[in-house]
């Protein structure tokens, strides 16, 4: 492989790790994270731990007495009576710790939402999904120029448009990521008093999604300038092979005008003898010319 192949899938390598941020990005949940503050439930029996609230029934004359008449006692007070849960949003669902279980209770964030902002979500999760289908498009142009050895002007074409693609993407998910990010903050002012966090930050898959995003810029970028200096070196071969063509149709040239310089010089010297010998002549003495 030659070296400009070589550079060719190096920059193809960003290209596919780009793509693959973007898809991870996508179908995670984790674009934002933080915890909500929510009242304890009650507990179910004597173990209950510290996730309930620790409840204590009075009765009379030591027997049972009935459920509707049972006075309960509640030991936590202020903060102790909340509990923390944690919870991770993305663009198709909210999840958050469940008390229950050891797993986690899933519902999909387009419920959470205000009406008004549907809309945009969509726009959002379209925006992404035209931002990868331009990446993988870009990953296959780039993936036949480098596996094919045929060589052109054609290829220069190839080379401009992944340059152009690219900076597409990279717009695309740039308008993505900042709509989401209008969204969410407009979800946790204006969202369900259940849902709304107490502390919220962006996650992993939030941070993916720029990496895709700047490895999109800083490949069209290298793209662009591979296709600039391909161009000016193809323009140079073709400049010196315009160049040898004339200099081997002009050769020839020098050779000529020296015979006819020779012919010239020997004219000269021709009349001028004749004329020396007609000098020496008597006067009046026949003068006879031949010449061949």
Request: with cysteine; hydrophobic share 40%.
């Amino acid at each position: 492989m030659d070296r400009a192949r070589q550079q060719r899938a190096l920059v193809l390598l960003p290209i596919c790790l780009a793509l693959a941020l973007a898809l991870t990005a996508l179908g995670s949940s984790h674009w934002c994270e933080g915890t909500r503050r929510m009242s304890k439930p009650l507990c179910q029996g004597h173990a209950g731990g510290p996730h309930c609230v620790h409840v204590s029934r009075g009765s009379g004359d030591g027997q049972k007495d009935n459920e509707s008449q049972a006075v309960q006692y509640i030991w936590e007070t202020g903060d102790d009576k909340f509990i923390a849960r944690r919870f991770h949003a993305g663009l198709w669902q909210s999840c958050e710790e469940s008390l229950s279980s050891a797993g986690e209770k899933c519902k999909s964030f387009q419920s959470i939402i205000p009406a008004e902002e549907q809309g945009v979500l969509w726009l959002s999760i379209g925006a992404e999904v035209l931002n990868i289908l331009l990446m993988l498009t870009s990953a296959i142009l780039l993936g036949s120029r480098v596996s094919s050895r045929s060589s052109g002007s054609h290829w220069f074409q190839v080379d401009a448009s992944v340059a152009i693609l690219m900076v597409l993407a990279g717009l695309l998910g740039m308008v993505a990521h900042m709509m989401y990010t209008t969204i969410f903050q407009i979800t946790v002012n204006l969202g369900p008093e259940d849902w709304r966090p107490q502390t919220w930050d962006y996650g992993w898959s939030y941070c993916l999604a720029w990496s895709s995003f700047a490895l999109c810029m800083a490949v069209s970028v290298t793209a662009m300038s591979r296709y600039t200096a391909d161009r000016l070196e193809f323009s140079e071969k073709q400049r010196g092979q315009t160049g040898s063509r004339h200099s081997q149709h002009i050769a020839p040239e020098p050779e000529a005008s020296d015979n006819v310089w020779e012919a010239e010089v020997a004219a000269s010297l021709a009349g001028h003898t004749l004329v020396s010998f007609s000098e020496h002549l008597p006067p009046g003495a026949p003068t006879k010319v031949s010449t061949c």
